[in-house]
């Protein structure tokens, strides 16, 4: 596999792939670094622009960890420049200019097959114990209300935030999507603003749960000084409560005074290593889980950048 982008986020990936001996890392890209990166002790060829990596290898999969904004063009030239599957950083890309032009190669290299997306947050511990608890407890009845908040402390970095991340909807918008897209089946946006110069912002979500109708209230903010991400789910029928902390990667779901199940960290895994291990799992099973799809990516980004 190649790998494009040697950034932070690199790092968490190349982590999780050093410790996995189905994938082996055969070349990586970036034109912002000269010298190639350590690998289970060897250095993989090094190069600054994906075609020339493509030109000398041919990867059954290529790895994009590069800024939003670049998503597009390097998808597309991995898909025309492989035989590959193509694995992209969330989001998919920046725009909905940039998702046609994706949608339009499907006829000639089988984006449907191929291209995935990263929506890391969808594998981490506790939402895929509070997707296990919706599956076995269909006597709670739909998710009749959803409200999640997301808060990093991105406000002490001043405009290096903005540069990095251009606003709290933009960058975490797109994770509270992605967990949504686990539990429930997203229809649209249905209102949003965004205060703080888009250090902030406040959008509701249509979905159906079980058939019925719900909303979920999406929070986001870089006021604060401390990550903070939480979402709760409400089930109004049976009375049930699910609080899910994604900062701990903890949950319980509670009715009135009756504790009904419990998820627990064993503190060890660092967050973003306890997303990336299932979803290269998935990857390396030959069957990737729906949530990666292309179809998941362009329902997300379609309901990311709708204008409400």
Known sequence: MG??????????????????????????????????????GARPPHYPVLRDALGAHDPDLVVIATPTETHADLAEQALTGSTGRVLVEKPLVHGLGALARLRELDSTVDVQRRLLTAHHFAFSPEVRWAADQLAAHPEWGPVTDITSAFHDPYILRGQQAFDSYVSSWMDSGVNQLSVLARLVDLTGLVSGSQADGGASAWYTAAYTSRGMPGTARLRSSWRTGASSKETVLSFAESGVEMWIDHTAMTGFAARNSELLSTHGSDGRTPRKIAHYRPLYDTLASGVPDAVLGFDTAVMITEIHHAQV
């Open 3 to 40: 790998f494009v982008g040697i950034g932070i986020i690199a790092e968490t990936h190349l982590e999780v792939l050093a410790e996995d001996e189905r994938f082996t890392v055969t070349f990586t890209v970036d034109p912002n670094r000269r010298a190639p990166v350590d690998f289970r």
